[in-house]
Each structure stands twice: as structure tokens, then as C-alpha cells.
């Protein structure tokens, strides 16, 4: 069984900088990719960096030179650094797994970006 478990979330204001941790533990693979995905209300999930065990990496164009995505494989943790946080960036985030095709999230955590 694969677990994952988010931390960091939280209320900033614009401008500021949180850091998201996601441990996963269990029976997981060397190779794999995990991510941050994001959920706004009234709004579809969407992709917001993945990295590969390897250290590819992936930033959507509306985080890019903001959000930076880092991963210990020693530790199964990957972690999500936001600077210039706005309110645009307000969603619940939540941790992805892909672990040899099957996908595991975490639970979500709250970011509300507002002054």
C-alpha cells in the first residue's frame, strides 16, 4: 500500500513563499514521477510541476520562474517551492504519484493566497 503524505500548506499574502513537502511511503519504485497538481473552486485539476526519478522536470507555463519542483529519492519526498505567490495561485494541492502506471494522490492541502 502507497501512502502520501502532504505538508505546508497555508494562508500568505501576495508576494510571499511557501514550500510543500510530500513523503510517500510503501512499496514504491525507483522509477517513478510525482507532481503537484492544483484544484480552485468552480475549476479543473490541473498540472502544476512533475519531476522524474531521473530529475526531469515539468513547470506549467503559469508557474514557471516562480514554483520549483525538487525531489530526495533517498527519502520518497518531493517538495514544491512558491515565491510571488498571488491570489490566482489559491487552490487546494495536492501530491501525485505515478508509480509504474498507477497513480496515487495525497490529500490536499489548503493554499489561499490573499491579504
Known amino acids: 500500500q502507497v501512502q502520501l503524505v502532504e505538508s505546508g500548506g497555508g494562508l500568505v499574502q501576495p508576494g510571499g513563499s511557501l514550500r510543500l513537502s510530500c513523503a510517500a511511503s510503501g512499496s514504491i519504485f525507483s522509477i517513478n514521477v510525482m507532481g503537484w497538481y492544483r484544484q480552485a473552486p468552480g475549476k479543473v485539476r490541473e498540472l502544476v510541476a512533475s519531476i522524474h526519478s531521473t530529475g526531469w522536470t515539468y513547470h506549467a507555463d503559469s508557474v514557471k520562474g516562480r514554483f520549483t519542483i525538487t525531489r530526495d529519492n533517498g527519502k520518497n519526498t518531493v517538495y514544491l517551492q512558491m515565491n510571488m505567490l498571488q491570489p490566482e495561485d489559491t487552490a487546494v494541492y495536492y501530491c501525485?504519484?505515478?508509480?509504474?502506471?498507477?497513480?496515487?494522490w495525497g490529500q490536499g492541502t489548503q493554499i489561499t493566497v490573499s491579504s
Open positions: 501525485m504519484l505515478d508509480n509504474r502506471g498507477r497513480t496515487y
